[in-house]
Every structure is written in C-alpha cells, then in structure tokens.
C-alpha cells in the first residue's frame, strides 16, 4: 500500500502540553528513536506532517541488509537486525521478517574481485558473507543459468514488509506511552537564551526540552528556516510489485541490472540500478561543490534532470514564522510519479536475467524520495548551534534497514548514555570543519 495526500489518517492521540522528548517525522528513524525512549519510561510525541511512514520509509526495497555497508555503519546495522528479529516477535511477525540472505550476483571475475574487498570488513565484524560460484548462484537465482562468475553472498541478511513494519513499529510505541500525531506538521521550534523548550505545531505548541529531527527529504528545509545550512539532496527512485509469481529466489538478489525481493504476498518486489534521479534545483548548485566525489562516485547510476517544477525548485521558500502555515503543509505525502524509463528496465533486466517471471504483471509500481548527503552516510547528532536539537537524517536509501539500530543510538545519544559505536563518521560539522568526503557505498 502506497499513502497519499488521501490515505487516512490512523494515529491521532490528543496534543499534549509537555512531554520529555519531542521527535518531527514518523519514518522509520523518529518512530525507532521514539520507541526506544517510551520503552526508557519518558514522555514522547511523536509528530508526522503527513502519515506514519509515509514517505521513503514505506517505499523501499524492504531489505535489511549488513552486505555492502559503510565500515561505521556496521555495527549498527548488526544491532539492527536483531532488533528487527525481536520487532517481528512482538507483533506474530505480520511484518513478514526473514532472514534469507543478499546476494550482489558479478558477471565478471574483476567484478567478482572487487566483491571480495567487503570480505575483510565482514571478517572484522564476525559478519557471515562469503563469495559464491557461478553454480552455487544458480541455485539460489533459478533463472538463466551461466551468467554469472559469482557473487557475494551474505546468509544472515534479512528482508521485511516496509508498508507494514514501520506501522506495527508505530503501534508497539503507544503500547509503550508514546503519543504519534499524524497530519500534523511541526512548523519550527521554540527556544529561550538559544536552548530548545519546545515546538510549534500547526495544532498548537507543545513544551519540551529535547527535540529530535528526523525529517527524512524535508529535514534540510525545516534547518534552512533555523538558519542552519544542512546539505541535503534528494533523488528520485523507482520501485515496482509484481503479482504472485513463481518462487525463483527466497532472499534478496542484485543481478546487474535488477533487484529482487521475495514478498510476503507471493510476488516480488522490483527495482533497476541506474535509473536514479536527482531534479536539479537550488540546493543543487549551493552544495554543488560537496556533492562533486558523489556524483563521481555514482555517475553510472544517477540521471540529472532539469524538468518538473524547475521554478518552484530555483526559488523554494527557505524561512516563515511559526503563525505561519508552513511549506509542510501544502505536500502532506511526498508521492512523485514512477519513472517509465525505470520501468521498462526492470523488464527488461527481467527478461534478461530471471525470464520465468518476465511476463509477471506490476499489480503497483511508485516511487521515493531518497535524503541523501554528500558522503551517502547519515547525519546522528546534536546540534551545536541550538543545545537539546537532534538531528537523525540522510540515510541516503539505507534508512529502513538500519532503522531501529539508529533509533536505538538516538535515544541513547538524547538520554546522555555512552555510546554503543562510534559514531564520528556521523558528525555534523563533519561537512564545515574540513573533514575529507570519504564517500560510503551509495544508493
């Protein structure tokens, strides 16, 4: 199910005067942060301008993956799927969670090699991912066999139901206290002498001392109206779902031009690399320059374009009062129009790679919009600028896997805990201090 501007509305608890934590955006990231701190017995509102995981958070892919992650993200992701694993336990597993494994299938032996660097950091992190053969690929992919060299292939990786996950993630949250408010969009934040003491809903104020934004593609606007410069970029990604179809794979495979994931309902769901866009506007060129060993890094797998509403993206509005009805308002549920150039690679890369289900229908196809930052790493910090502002975003399509790990180091981040990893990489200042871009490993 894909929400809309229409969906209704299903979470809709009274605006309190108070709480302890208050946290914008109900995406995977602020529902596991506001999770994790219910269940530490502190008073959370959990605030979304449109529905519960609305957004990227119920979009994409729905793997839950340690394969290919950036080395600081690891550990994190490890937590994660444990978690995920014991998420499925409290709700009966309705969120369809399984541990069956990612394969990256290699057409060549070079391809295959560059695989095989992953290996020492899955080794350094008791991580479970091995090369495979050709023929040992063809047993788990039943399509076409010897077209691969290999692939790499991690067993413990898992997959889950993003539409229905995040939700049940949500309803275990008021069983623990939490208060979520849908359609209701926190315009700014109030403070005193600089320090958070609450925010500004379009419903009406709340007092709190601590505020976390987890604002996924719209965080970097609502910092733009604090007066803080957050480079943030969005890109456009493509997915479809076929009817119930034949079981050709149990887990989750990239094979070269098409992604694959079994699906709780008997179909799969679909994605093609390189058909990534990002719609140029003008944040595009104020962080052209920190964006530039990404769009190295990625240019085989991310489309520029200038078409849309060009004017609109040239000349956003960056700043309004807290009276004011804010841009959150006017686009409750980001919901952009499907690529067909995406679509008509995915079957293509179908009928290439696994023909027994190339003639499967799309029963639903959609797309998202991807928070990424320069370095394709997220940002889990503190802002300096306003002491008791948090901020969890730019997960750059890694977001729903990771989820409740950096919801959990949020929430200890915000109850003043030592830290479960280390968490330099996702700094801040990371993008003002003159710290290299070392870019993650993308989209």
């Keep these: 199910m894909i929400y809309s501007n229409e969906s209704p509305v299903t979470f809709q608890d009274p605006l309190p005067e108070k709480v302890d934590v208050a946290i914008i955006g109900a995406g995977v990231i602020g529902t596991s942060t506001a999770y994790y701190l219910a269940r530490e017995g502190h008073t959370v509102l959990l605030c979304d301008k449109g529905r519960v995981a609305g957004e990227q958070s119920s979009r994409n892919w729905g793997w839950i993956r340690q394969q290919g992650r950036d080395e600081a993200e690891l550990p994190i992701v490890i937590d994660s799927i444990g978690e995920w694993q014991q998420i499925a336990a409290k709700v009966d597993n309705d969120i369809g969670f399984t541990r069956q494994g990612v394969l990256y299938a290699a057409r060549t032996e070079q391809e295959l090699a560059g695989y095989e660097d992953w290996l020492r950091i899955a080794d350094q992190h008791q991580v479970d991912s091995r090369i495979l053969t050709g023929v040992e690929v063809d047993e788990l992919v039943r399509g076409t066999p010897g077209q691969w060299a290999g692939a790499l292939y991690t067993p413990s990786d898992g997959r889950a139901e ?40 379009e419903d009406g104020p709340v007092r709190a001392d601590t505020v976390v934004c987890a604002g996924g593609a719209w965080s970097g606007l609502f910092f733009a109206n604090l007066g803080i410069n957050l480079p943030q970029l969005t890109v456009r990604a493509t ?25 709780q309902d008997g179909g799969y ?18 962080y052209l320059l920190k964006y530039l060993p990404a769009l190295k890094a990625s240019v085989r ?27 959150f308002e006017h686009n409750r549920v980001l919901n952009p129009e499907p690529s067909a150039k995406a679509l008509r690679k995915m079957r293509e890369g179908l009928a290439r790679r ?42 750059s399509g890694h977001g729903f896997g990771i989820g409740p790990g950096a919801g959990r180091i949020m929430a200890d981040m915000v109850l003043g805990k030592p830290a479960r990893h280390d968490l330099s990489r996702f700094r801040f200042n990371r993008f003002w201090d003159g710290t290299p871009t070392v870019v993650g490993p993308g989209l």
């Design 354 to 395: 696994v023909p027994e289900i190339a003639d499967i229908p799309f029963a639903e196809s959609w797309a998202g919009m991807i928070d990424v930052m320069p370095d394709v790493v997220p940002v889990m910090d503190a802002v300096d600028q306003y002491p008791g502002l948090y901020l969890a975003t730019g997960f």
């Design 162 to 201: 993003p539409f229905k996950a995040v939700p049940a993630l949500a309803r275990l949250l008021r069983q623990e206290g939490g208060l979520i408010r849908e359609n209701c969009a926190v315009r700014t934040i109030e403070t005193t002498g600089g320090n958070v003491q609450g925010v500004v809903t």
């Design 301 to 327: 797998y991310l489309k520029l374009h200038f078409g849309g509403d060009l004017v609109d993206r040239l000349t956003p509005v960056r700043s309004w009062q807290s009276d004011a009805v804010s841009p």
């Design 269 to 286: 769901t679909v994605a093609s690399s390189g058909t990534n866009e990002h719609f140029i506007g003008a944040d595009s060129f104020r």
């Design 239 to 263: 997915v479809a779902r076929t009817a119930p179809a034949p079981n050709i794979l149990d887990g989750n495979a990239a094979l070269a031009e098409v992604a694959l994931r079994r699906r």
